[in-house]
């Protein structure tokens, strides 16, 4: 299996910007997706981000669509989300996944592997 460790969580006022990475380890790292989600006290888990294994496709949620931005860096091993222009309804815990599906997928469930998460806290 994929051991994920998020980090770059915290708190960030309206309009800012914050970058998250999530570093993965235990097998090779080009050979999975990677995508990010949140989930709010409440709420389902939901998607966020997603990059493909070659990082030639990507795919965003509606809401974030045009303010974050999602990469990889293969020598690192690591997936990024940058956020920018950051709305209070963004405050959620945020969490990498990790899947080895080909094609890119929304669905909670169709994702193997998941980290432990890093909170984002935006004020107004």
């Known amino acids: 299996q994929v051991q994920l460790v998020e980090s770059g969580g915290g708190l960030v006022q309206a309009g800012g910007s914050l970058r998250l990475s999530c570093t993965a380890s235990g097998r090779t790292f080009s050979n999975y997706n990677m995508g990010w989600f949140r989930q709010t006290p409440g709420k389902d888990r939901e998607f966020v981000a997603a990059?493909?294994?070659?990082?030639?496709?990507?795919d965003y949620a509606d809401s974030v669509q045009g303010r974050f931005t999602i990469s990889r860096d293969y020598a690192k091993r690591t997936v990024n989300l940058e956020m920018n222009s950051l709305k209070p309804e963004d405050t959620a815990v945020y969490y990498c996944?990790?899947?080895?599906?080909?094609?890119?997928?929304?669905?909670?469930?169709?994702?193997?592997?998941w980290g432990q998460g890093t909170q984002v806290t935006v004020s107004s």
């Open positions: 996944a990790a899947d080895s599906r080909v094609g890119l997928v929304t669905t909670v469930e169709q994702w193997n592997y």
């Open positions: 990059i493909g294994r070659s990082a030639g496709n990507t």
